[in-house]
């Protein structure tokens, strides 16, 4: 079985897109300009046509996903392609042309139109490159959208083209581009009027006419999707901006002074920039348990190696202590600890700096960067701070607090002997 989110299926898809493409653009282009095809057309047409009938088998050998989860039973996975792709995938591997030669006759170039069925397939492509590739979706619509929109002029100007009267001998290609021209500006409603339907032959105004109306409505289709699009190409900074706006449009409500709604606005600044908007905590709580864990231990065991307290602990409490940090942030000037209270956290110190002060905040002890930690006698003894910490910059944070603390070590007396023997040397050196 062929892995359906693997690498050979990535090119592969892109590889028939391609080939979808090339008949979706050179069909109608012959069909209308009539040009008997060269060698090199011949071998295109038959490599396509043998990359399609593969594409049918490949297609029965790939693992699908089925309510969430991988199969990679053929008969269930037959039985889905039956019902879904398989009668276009074949009306396009078809190769009814050979049939009908030589390949300058128009049964001919009739008989090759269903192969233009394949770049439905694309959209087939769409659902499983949102679902699999690491990329925002609405970037993979935008794409989709603009290809179709692409197609569908070419395939409009092939109309006009073919309706309209040419001259025997004129230039087929400056004529094709002269069609395309035209289908551009009466799309996007712009229409300059230097190229017009004969008004002595009905259908090249009727045709005009339904290209008109279509291009309106598809005008104000393409405007709404585009901005509906591009605003959510980015759906995190959205919900982030939604959040400090409502925050700022509170703060002037209730006219808070313009110091702290500065500080405030520099803090979600600070949030989207390091941390795109998002809380580690809400992540994992949205987490079943088994992601939960990795994802914590991912984001916080470097964090926890740091500290000599956790040195040598069995993994198990590890693993319980690293779903009990939660993230916090601090702006310059901020007092994380303070003298004399009753502490009862622990903080690690993921990026950033702070320094320890007197109680009058005037003298400064030691200043504390990245890995550093302190607390952890207010986390073991429940002792009054003996220093004030505070954020010299932004600092990211993770606390521990002494009620998760103390039940994660429950089950471990040999280390909580260990630790409350650490602490009170600490105590004693202090």
């Known amino acids: 079985m062929i892995q359906g989110n693997g690498k050979f299926r990535y090119f592969w898809d892109l590889w028939i897109a391609l080939a979808a493409t090339y008949c979706a653009i050179e069909i109608p282009f012959r069909l209308v300009i009539n040009y008997y095809p060269d060698q090199i057309l011949f071998f295109a047409d038959a490599i396509v046509i043998l990359s399609f009938i593969t594409d049918i088998f ?8 089925v309510n969430g989860k991988w199969v990679k039973d053929g008969k269930i996975i037959a039985s889905a392609y039956l019902k879904s792709w398989f009668v276009v995938d074949l009306l396009a591997a078809i190769p009814l042309g050979f049939f009908f030669l030589p390949a300058s006759s128009l049964p001919f170039m009739l008989s090759r139109l269903p192969k233009i069925l394949k770049v439905l397939r694309l959209f087939n ?13 609405g970037l993979i619509r935008l794409g989709l959208f603009f290809y179709f929109m692409g197609l569908g002029v070419h395939w409009i100007s092939c109309g006009w083209l ?9 230039d087929m290609i400056k004529e094709y581009v002269k069609a395309l021209y035209w289908c551009t500006t009466t799309v996007t409603t712009i229409g300059y009027g230097d190229i017009t339907p004969d008004r002595e032959r009905p259908l090249e105004m009727i045709y005009t006419m339904v290209i008109q109306v279509l291009g309106a409505g598809a005008y104000g289709y393409i405007i709404g999707n585009i901005a509906t699009l591009l605003a959510n190409i980015d759906i995190a900074k959205v919900h982030h901006r939604e959040r400090a706006d409502r925050v700022n449009t509170f703060m002037r409500s209730k006219k808070f002074p313009e110091a702290l709604q500065e500080r405030v606005h520099n803090y979600y600044n600070y949030l989207w920039a390091t941390r795109e908007g998002y809380d580690d905590s809400a992540i994992l709580n949205d987490l079943p348990e088994s992601f939960k864990f990795e994802f914590a ?12 307290v956790f040195k040598g602990a069995d993994p198990n409490l590890i693993k319980e202590i690293v779903l009990c940090l939660n993230p916090c942030v601090f702006t310059p000037g901020d ?13 690690f110190i993921n990026k950033g700096s702070v320094e320890v002060v007197s ?3 005037q003298k400064v002890y030691a200043t504390l960067k990245d890995g550093d930690f302190f607390g952890e006698i207010a986390l073991l003894l429940m002792q009054p701070r003996n220093a004030t910490i505070r954020a010299t910059d932004y600092c990211d944070l993770y606390s521990l607090d002494k009620d998760s603390f103390d039940k994660a070590i429950a089950h471990y007396p040999d ?6 023997e650490m602490a009170e040397e600490r105590m004693r050196l202090r």
Do not use: S
């Not at 073919?162 to 004129?170: E, F, M, S, T, Y």
């Not at 007092?335 to 903080?347: H, N, Q, R, S, V």
């Open 359 to 361: 109680e009058d905040g």
């Open 58 to 65: 490949i297609q029965f050998k790939t693992t699908i996903i």
């Open 125 to 137: 492509f769409k659902n499983k490159w949102e679902y699999t590739i690491k990329l925002n979706p």
């Open 415 to 420: 280390f909580e002997k260990h630790i409350k």
């Open 297 to 308: 231990l991912l984001l916080n065991k470097n964090i926890l190696e740091k500290v000599p």
């Open 162 to 170: 073919n309706i309209r009267l040419v001259d025997a001998g004129a």
């Open 335 to 347: 007092a994380i600890c303070t003298f004399g209270e009753l502490g009862d956290k622990m903080f």
